[in-house]
């Protein structure tokens, strides 16, 4: 393998670690990579991994910062459980009991809710900061607003949608819209920073990644105890899966917050 083929793999590798790790190590880190070859790609590979998964961990200017970054984890998480229960809650095969279904729509997202309300930052008490995010939802919303209505219009307007090919591209859209939207949320949170924002206390973040940690362990566990027990449904068990590991990122969240000092902001 040609030197320029190795760093060029190991620059692109390296982009794919958060930014505030990029800006203070990057460079040493792509020199290193570039020295060892090959044999380091699985190392850095782990190394994005386990940055992206903990967010406290990154370089930053003050604790403030640190905490928003963990806000903005909470957030995720949420957002992705409650993706993940919506996707079961909506496919019977992946959730044959009624009794199942009502637990995970109802219970499990009244915790998330929760939860998301308890780690979510708080909007700073001035027109400009309200200005700032208003943009910001505006910027990321815009797409995913604009599938999601397009989706329920088309179904609400009296075409026919039962075609197959129709029928499937409504369908899609709406779990892309879905999608996008729960990716696009978090982003409005970093994208805005502490001109806009106040991050959660400690305490607060501790109380909010609990409660995200229960209702993805309750979820998870439902779930995948329902997609064993009357036979095998794949999506049901690959949903409770994607629940169960996000609460493995909780837990590791939480070890996190031990060692992070409080704000002062």
């Not at 380091?40 to 386990?50: E, K, T, Y």
Request: glycine share 10%; proline share 6%.
């Amino acid at each position: 393998m040609s030197v320029a083929v190795r760093a060029l793999v190991a620059r692109s590798l390296v982009r794919l670690y958060p930014g505030a790790f990029r800006e203070r190590w990057g460079e040493m880190v792509e020199d290193e990579a570039r020295g060892a070859g090959w044999k380091s790609w699985p190392n850095l590979v782990v190394g994005i991994a386990d940055m992206w998964l903990h967010p406290a961990h990154w370089p930053a200017d003050s604790p403030a910062q640190r905490q928003r970054r963990v806000a903005t984890m909470g957030i995720t998480v949420a957002l992705a459980a409650w993706f993940l229960s919506h996707v079961a809650a909506e496919q019977g095969d992946a959730l044959p009991s009624a009794d199942v279904r009502t637990a995970v729509t109802h219970g499990c997202t009244a915790l998330l809710l929760l939860g998301l309300a308890l780690v979510a930052p708080r909007p700073r008490p001035a027109v400009g900061a309200a200005v700032m995010l208003l943009r910001w939802a505006l910027r990321r919303l815009a797409l995913p607003t604009t599938v999601g209505t397009a989706a329920v219009l088309l179904v609400h307007s009296g075409i026919d949608t039962s075609p197959p090919t129709l029928r499937a591209a409504v369908l899609a859209g709406w779990w892309i819209a879905l999608g996008l939207g729960a990716v696009q949320i978090p982003r409005i949170f970093t994208g805005v920073g502490a001109e806009a924002v106040l991050p959660p206390p400690i305490g607060r973040l501790r109380a909010g990644v609990w409660t995200l940690a229960a209702a993805s362990a309750a979820g998870g566990a439902a779930v995948l105890g329902a997609s064993l027990s009357d036979g095998f449904h794949l999506l049901g068990a690959a949903v409770g899966t994607g629940l169960l590991l996000l609460t493995a990122v909780c837990a590791g969240t939480l070890r996190d917050l031990r060692e992070l000092p409080a704000s002062t902001d």
